[in-house]
């Protein structure tokens, strides 16, 4: 709304206004639990230490992870015009979504693993791990699947308006659906650096993730002259799969057994349920939308049936198919909707 008075300007200044409006709802319930800061700073301290050398290859990580982003740039600013906004946009949604839906489940697993793993207890350990990536798999994979279904009709619904045309939506759902192909990967990639985490493990996750940039320059160089933006998000996707794919390696050298078995069936399963789901949903969305006729909002409404029709079809197949980390889910989200005492 000030946008309109003060400018673009505005923008990073409401962004720090509620960081800092964040930060005060923070202390504010801190406070009422009676913690109290004492400042104590001892460099020779041995829990110190360890904790600084184990966040070293943290720092180091996150900034490898973010050169991803920076050659993306780079190179669709050789091509043609909109192809930086159309990355930009898909990217924000893929973010998004995948940051709604991993964050809740990693939120509720990972202090569990670092429990677990700093008791030892490796028989529970290992099985937890098991279902935060099964998890993670049976809520990614439908939505990566709905996601590349209706990628046109979410960008217009969400974007289409004064500047943003239609081939601006074209491109952005172009790049949306190369974004959605690692959907999973993006959310088995946090879980994954949690694992490591509470093993007191931060180099794997590191060096795991400079190799996923050195193969996402290599394919961003391949495929940008065939695919043009396209090509980049497939990239990024093709070197997030490749991440996990080197994750699970590892995590197999370091603990062994942790039900790679049933990972394999929970996800078969997940993909034959996500198919099944994605071709009803569109047939849905397609005869609803004929109904209705054209409109942003008739659009939406179709949308919206197509997403409770399919999400419908989705728990049913899997209830069906037996995969218990459905429940598991399905808990997780009564306790965030505070539906569960």
Do not use: W
């Not at 829990?47 to 990580?61: C, E, R, T």
Request: with cysteine; proline share 3%; glycine share 6%.
């Amino acid at each position: 709304m000030l946008s309109t008075i003060f400018g673009p300007y505005i923008l990073p200044i409401g962004a720090v206004v509620a960081m800092v409006v964040q930060l005060l709802f923070y202390m504010f319930f801190v406070k009422k639990t009676n913690y109290k800061y004492l400042y104590y700073l001892n460099f020779k301290d041995d829990s110190l230490i360890k904790l600084l050398a184990l966040l070293s290859p943290v720092f180091i990580g996150v900034a490898v992870n973010q050169v991803n982003s920076l050659v993306d740039t780079t190179l669709a600013s050789t091509l043609v015009k909109g192809s930086i906004p159309a990355l930009t946009y898909a990217d924000r949604l893929n973010g998004f979504v995948t940051g709604t839906f991993t964050a809740s489940i990693v939120s509720v697993m990972y202090p569990m693993l670092s429990k677990l793993s700093a008791e030892n207890n490796q028989k529970k350990f290992t099985s937890s791990v098991k279902s935060s990536i099964n998890m993670i798999i049976i809520s990614m994979i439908p939505i990566s699947v709905a996601s590349i279904f209706f990628a046109t009709p979410v960008v217009r619904i969400i974007f289409e308006r004064g500047a943003f045309d239609a081939r601006a939506t074209q491109m952005t759902a172009t790049a949306l659906i190369f974004y959605a192909v690692g959907m999973t990967a993006f959310g088995l990639r946090d879980i994954l650096g949690k694992v490591f985490y509470s093993l007191q493990d931060t180099k794997t996750p590191m060096v795991n993730g400079i190799i996923s940039v050195g193969v996402n320059i290599v394919l961003d160089l391949v495929l940008i002259k065939p695919m043009a933006h396209g090509g980049l998000a497939l990239a990024t996707s093709s070197s997030s799969i490749a991440c996990i794919l080197l994750l699970f390696l590892n995590l197999k050298r370091k603990v062994g057994y942790f039900g790679q078995d049933k990972i394999i069936k929970a996800t078969l399963k997940s993909v034959v349920a996500s198919l099944i789901m994605g071709v009803l949903s569109y047939f849905t969305y397609k005869f609803i939308f004929g109904i209705l006729g054209v409109g942003t909002f008739n659009e939406f409404v179709s949308l919206a049936i197509s997403v409770i029709v399919g999400g419908g079809i989705y728990t049913l197949l899997m209830t069906i198919f037996k995969v218990e980390e459905v429940d598991m889910i399905l808990n997780i989200a009564k306790r965030k909707l505070h539906l569960k005492k």
